[in-house]
């Protein structure tokens, strides 16, 4: 086996002894990528680092389980035979890329191959076929793939919850480690060949949604795109996986998610909102997360077919002879066709009772319409396979025996390997394909129809159709298959109601000519135009628009295992020194500080509210040195600040976001707005919807309404949230009031009124004083308090001062801000301004402790 020299690394990513991985002895060479460059063979871990590759090669490396290629061990010789698979996906997405562009391919073999076989064989197929195969050792593969993806994601992203041993294992950890495992096998793999600063990586399906965490934490900068080819369930059914967040995480690595559907693409957003607190928008008609500085872009487009490849096998003999066959076979009756794997969500048994019903209902019928049902080989075994064939075996059996006779078979069930040419032979000559699964992830076969019964030179003379002949297509589809909302000429069904079924299929061949010309012209147009190549382009093209801005910002890892992200921040921003202020503020004399309460100078989770001794000892040091003008800028209302805060005297505070405001303790209070007759408006349409939104609540401040959503359903709360705000800016659209949404809150404000108002006063304040400051500092952790970081600049840069004052505009948390600082937590705040307290003058009143503290922290 050749796995990375880290294999052993993966051993702190799930709880529980991880199975036994056998080292190889050396990794594959390097792809060379210029004539006489070879990329480093072992990406160091400075993951920062800024330079650009001078490589000009682009290359896409096309990631999944299995790789395009068939194998086969001759007999006589002993020695591996490989051939790519014409039929593969992988091998066909080729078509959308340009010419020059170099692609290999990362994934398993579907053979097993010796140790002593394997770094050969990797050889050979990587001069080969440009392919990279992981080999996975014997007992992983088969917990990786016949184990956790077949029977636990397969199951249950098809919505079938394990609840008895008959429907899908229960969670293993045993075989979820084995997942990991895999992962990081593959990942090993990829890092093996990547030159990661240039090339395009593209991971394929639900076997590897932990693998862009790997890549990420290798490298933070990777440029990397997933796209799901199987349904997203809704979150109703994914929260029950045990291992939710972790592969939520693992998808949330990549820069691009690609989905099918908008169903499907809707769920996972939905899930990382129940389950992760993230939102969503639309960002010039692309859809992006924002997930700690980075976004995260979703891709809603159905994979197409490849026209050429399914063209061809139109015109090989073997093809129209058989469609002579079937003519001959099948003369003066309607062939209505399905074309299936044989498992529990393929509806085939469904389909039957329709049938039957159809039969039963439109006697007419009887002797005159058959259905073909191609039965693929089963993907996986088990006992709800063997269940499905025996109900389709015996369902078949039974309409057979009631409406068939010497000279005619209803149903005719063909359960072998049928050859390409066969299949397209039946396609090109059936008047109505249906696909009926009850469950599906894309499902091709209705492309597949519509392109065969356009037909070719050679098929029209097997079918006897004139070359200038209108071409007829019907479909009967399941709606809950991936490619029925592209197809908006079908016939759409719910698969669980016979009736319908048995009423579309007698629509479809019913149906007048001409109608069925319009809609097979519509489908075709689609189909012919939206094929694999141009899913694929599409695909790169906006894999490459959102990595376009990789280098724009710095970005560093944080978190363990597989909860590892990256946060993706401006070159600019960097932690505040305490050192760094402390040496400015002991150089300046005129000091304005602005300070947040909760969050800042209390936890935000704090039970208690009020502050606690040592921060009224730390404000009130603050407060005491003659040069400097204290503010608290908080959302809170003044009662509880004056309460809270009386032991400082001299401390300025700002209630209600600066709607009241007042220099000290001895000063009144001033308000910077009088019109609040809105709230008579507002009151009764919040109570409205609190009513309707069991979890919500109204906040009631002297200045403003708050409807506050946090105990309510996510989704709900967020829809009743964007509702409200919709309304609100409606009735109070000719009042002096705002309204602004916020992290579960919709708030009605009077007009101008914002913190970063109070920040402008204050400075306005000192420079007509003759006090124009020369030290500014600002910390806050809220998005109300990037007002104040926006004001604090955008004043400074607008005022005729002597000089411009050193700005300390810091956030707490690393996040995207307007402020150029962060500090990690209200302790890291602490820390700073005990370091500011103790170089004031005068100095605490436990100077000393404030010494030993700051001396700890320098």
């Not at 061809?312 to 066959?325: A, I, Q, R, W």
Request: aromatic share 10%.
């Amino acid at each position: 086996m050749m796995a990375s020299k880290s294999c052993g690394n993966f051993l702190g990513l799930a709880s529980g002894e991880l199975l036994d991985v056998p080292q190889t002895p050396r990794g594959l060479p390097r792809v060379m990528t210029l004539p006489g460059i070879i990329s480093d063979s072992n990406l160091s871990s400075d993951v920062d680092s800024d330079s650009k590759s001078s490589f000009c090669c682009e290359r896409i490396i096309i990631v999944a389980n299995m790789l395009p290629l068939h194998a086969k061990k001759d007999n006589g010789t002993s020695k591996w035979r490989f051939s790519l698979d014409e039929d593969s996906l992988l091998l066909q997405l080729k078509d959308g890329f340009p010419p020059e562009t170099e692609v290999i391919y990362v994934g398993s073999l579907k053979v097993e191959i010796e140790a002593y076989e394997q770094e050969e064989v990797a050889q050979r197929l990587l001069d080969e076929f440009k392919c990279v195969p992981t080999f996975l050792p014997h007992d992983i593969h088969k917990k990786f793939y016949y184990g956790f993806c077949k029977q636990q994601l397969w199951p249950l992203f098809h919505y079938l919850l394990p609840m008895c041993s008959d429907h899908g294992d229960r969670f293993d950890r045993q075989l979820w480690q084995a997942y990991v495992c895999a992962n990081k096998l593959f990942a090993d793999r990829i890092m093996e060949v990547v030159n990661p600063e240039d090339d395009f990586i593209w991971v394929h399906d639900y076997h590897l949604m932990v693998l862009p965490t790997f890549l990420r934490k290798r490298y933070n900068r990777v440029k990397l795109g997933f796209f799901l080819h199987s349904p997203f369930p809704s979150s109703e059914i994914y929260r029950t996986l045990p291992v939710r967040d972790e592969i939520l995480k693992g998808l949330l690595n990549s820069d691009l998610i690609g989905f099918h559907t908008f169903d499907y693409a809707r769920h996972f957003l939905s899930c990382c909102g129940r389950m992760l607190g993230l939102d969503y928008g639309s960002k010039r008609g692309h859809i992006g997360l924002d997930y700690f500085g980075r976004t995260v872009y979703i891709k809603i487009l159905p994979v197409g077919i490849h026209m050429g490849r399914l063209e061809s096998v139109l015109d090989l003999p073997s093809t129209f002879n058989k469609v002579k066959e079937i003519r001959e076979q099948f003369k003066d009756k309607k062939l209505i066709l399905g074309v299936d794997d044989m498992d529990i969500f393929k509806g085939i048994s469904l389909k039957l009772l329709a049938f039957e019903q159809l039969l039963q209902l439109q006697t007419e019928l009887q002797g005159k319409l058959v259905l073909v049902q191609i039965v693929n080989p089963a993907r996986s075994s088990g006992k709800d396979v063997q269940e499905a064939k025996r109900e389709t075996y015996t369902t078949a059996k039974r309409i057979n025996e009631i409406y068939g006779s010497p000279d005619y078979e209803p149903v005719i069930l063909i359960d072998r390997h049928a050859p390409r040419y066969e299949k397209t032979a039946y396609y090109a000559a059936a008047e109505c394909c249906i696909v009926n699964a009850v469950r599906d992830g894309m499902n091709l076969v209705p492309y597949k129809y519509i392109v065969c019964r356009q037909g070719s030179f050679a098929m029209d003379e097997a079918l006897g159709v004139k070359l200038d002949s209108a071409r007829t297509s019907m479909l009967v589809v399941s709606e809950f298959i991936g490619c029925s909302p592209s197809l908006s000429g079908a016939i759409r069904v719910n698969p669980w109601d016979i009736d319908s079924v048995a009423e579309a299929m007698n629509m479809a061949i019913t149906m007048p000519d001409a109608e069925k010309q319009l809609r097979h012209e519509k489908h075709y147009r689609y189909v012919s135009s939206h094929d694999v190549a141009y899913w694929a382009r599409s695909f790169i093209q906006d894999l490459e628009r959102a990595c376009k801005n990789h280098y724009d910002k710095r970005c560093w890892g944080i978190g363990l295992g597989l909860g590892f992200r990256v946060i993706s921040l401006s070159p600019s921003f960097r932690k505040l020194s305490v050192h760094h202020i402390v040496s400015a503020y002991k150089r300046t004399s005129r000091r304005a500080i602005f300070l947040d309460y909760d969050g800042t100078v209390v936890p935000q989770s704090s039970i208690v509210s009020s502050p606690s001794p040592e921060v009224v000892n730390v404000l009130d040091a603050l407060c005491n040195d003659s040069n400097n003008t204290v503010f608290i800028v908080s959302g809170r209302g003044r009662s509880s600040l004056s309460d809270w805060l009386a032991p400082c005297e001299i401390l300025g505070l700002a209630a209600e976001h600066g709607y009241f405001m007042r220099l000290n303790k001895n000063a009144d209070w001033e308000s910077l707005a009088s019109d609040l007759d809105w709230k008579a408006i507002v009151e009764p349409i919040m109570k409205l919807y609190t009513e309707a939104t069991d979890g919500s609540s109204i906040e009631i401040k002297e200045s403003a309404l708050v409807w506050h959503h946090q105990d309510a359903d996510p989704d709900f709360g967020s829809c009743q949230a964007k509702e409200l705000l919709d309304h609100l800016e409606n009735v109070l659209a000719n009042e002096p009031a705002v309204v602004r949404r916020g992290q579960h809150i919709v708030e009605v404000k009077p007009q101008g009124v914002t913190k970063g108002l109070v920040a402008e006063k204050v400075l306005s304040m000192m420079a007509s004083n003759g006090k124009a400051p020369d030290f500014v500092m600002c910390i806050g952790d809220d998005r109300s308090d990037e007002d104040m970081f926006e004001s604090i600049s955008s004043a400074v840069s607008g005022s005729p001062l002597p000089a411009s004052p050193e700005i300390f505009a810091c956030t707490v948390g690393q996040k995207p801000s307007k402020a150029k600082y962060y500090l990690d937590d209200t302790v890291d705040v602490m820390r700073l301004l005990r370091g500011l307290a103790n170089a004031s003058n005068p100095k605490p009143r436990d100077s000393a402790d404030f010494q030993v503290a700051f001396d700890n922290v320098c």
